[in-house]
């Protein structure tokens, strides 16, 4: 009767993970054209989240040397015609912002306790990077996606 149970338990492991992986989002999955014209002057004044943070938005749209050298390349750098800003917000905290290159205009993001992760040619952001070894219990993996009509983010995973 052992063997018969310990080889079920194996195949539902094996099923689990299996599964898991299968619904992982890939970058490949949301892909958009990429923006080629010249970026909208950055609209700062009468939004609030834009005066707050300033010098962080400014500093990643107009990809300022010292910031990519901690935080990546700036401008172009999300969702086809969007430049993905973020900042420390605490221990364990960073917030994030887009700016739409078309408008110059800022919009709110997703915060992380770690890390963000995406590309210049896909609507994904991953929140908290897979693979964190710190032991820490708020660093779940999250799935976001941009929603181009309402410049949300959605939680997909």
Not at 26 to 43: H, I, M, Q, V
Not at 46 to 58: C, F, H, P, V, W
Request: one cysteine or more.
């Amino acid at each position: 009767m052992r063997p018969y149970f310990l080889i079920i338990t194996i195949l539902f492991i094996i099923s689990v993970v299996k599964e898991s992986f299968a619904q992982t989002p890939l970058f490949t999955d949301y892909k958009t054209k990429l923006f080629t014209s010249r970026p909208a002057r950055l609209k700062i004044k009468g939004n609030a989240l834009a005066e707050r943070y300033k010098t962080a938005i400014s500093n990643s749209y107009y990809d300022d040397p010292y910031i990519r050298k901690y935080h990546g390349k700036g401008g172009q750098n999300f969702a086809g015609h969007y430049c993905f800003v973020y900042w420390g917000c605490g221990s364990d905290c960073q917030h994030g912002a887009i700016v739409d290159l078309q408008t110059g205009i800022v919009y709110d993001g997703p915060t992380a306790a770690r890390q963000f992760e995406y590309k210049s040619w896909s609507r994904l952001l991953i929140v908290n990077r897979p693979g964190d070894k710190s032991g820490c219990a708020v660093c779940q993996p999250e799935y976001w996606t941009l929603n181009e009509e309402t410049k949300r983010f959605e939680k997909i995973k």
